[in-house]
């Protein structure tokens, strides 16, 4: 019964820090396994995909977070699992395929870490691994201007000058033996676009 009134408080929030801009919500699937893919530019990204979004959201982030009791704590409450960076991460690409074969809706941000530059980063094959694995449609989404609210290194938000934009991209169904790298190469074309790079 809490995650409406969290919802609440974080869309009040970026009402404030932002304003947020978000086009395309209605494609979003308001049901069954969906992949979510989005750049990554501010430790608040998370948020801003989940209110711009129809449907609850399980996030794969960086085991780090989940080293603080309560903030570790907080984060599976609401659905987030880790995954070790810098390594195939095997128990975590199990539970989001897991998460997706369940009708789910699972986020990754597949360049795997915050992008210092603004400037999308190499794709990693991970989220290609859990995309063939699980099967489900693909969806992503570009973010732009969530680093004037956090900036890379802070850890205090701030209002953003300017609107802040999520755009979400066509739902992607890929054939079942497609090649990862087919779906690697896919993704980064999309965010590209998405962002407008």
């Known amino acids: 019964m809490l995650f409406p009134v969290l919802y609440a408080f974080a869309s009040i929030l970026f009402f404030f820090l932002g304003p947020l801009k978000v086009s395309g919500r209605y494609r979003v699937p308001k049901r069954g396994?969906?992949?979510?893919?989005?750049?990554?530019?501010?430790d608040v990204d998370p948020i801003v995909v989940q209110i711009s979004a129809p449907r609850h959201i399980f996030f794969m982030a960086k085991s780090e977070l989940f080293e603080?009791?309560?903030?570790?704590?907080?984060?599976?409450?609401?659905?987030?699992?880790?995954?070790?960076?810098?390594?195939a991460d095997r128990m975590a690409i199990k539970h989001a395929v897991q998460l997706l074969r369940a009708g789910e809706a699972v986020c990754l941000?597949?360049?795997?870490?915050?992008?210092?530059?603004?400037?999308?980063?190499?794709?990693?094959p991970g989220a290609g691994l859990i995309a063939k694995m699980a099967g489900t449609p693909i969806l992503c989404c570009g973010l732009r201007g969530t680093n004037r609210v956090l900036p890379y290194g802070?850890?205090?938000?701030?209002?953003?000058?300017?609107?802040?934009?999520?755009?979400?991209?066509?739902?992607?169904q890929f054939e079942k033996d497609i090649e990862i790298e087919v779906i690697v190469a896919w993704i980064e074309e999309e965010l590209r676009s998405l962002t407008s790079e």
């Open 33 to 42: 396994g969906l992949l979510i893919l989005s750049n990554h530019l501010a």
């Open 68 to 87: 603080g009791s309560l903030l570790g704590s907080f984060l599976r409450w609401i659905g987030a699992f880790p995954v070790k960076r810098g390594e």
């Open 109 to 124: 941000f597949p360049e795997g870490q915050l992008s210092e530059s603004g400037e999308l980063q190499k794709v990693l």
């Open 154 to 172: 802070s850890i205090i938000p701030r209002p953003s000058v300017t609107t802040i934009h999520l755009d979400w991209g066509q739902v992607h």
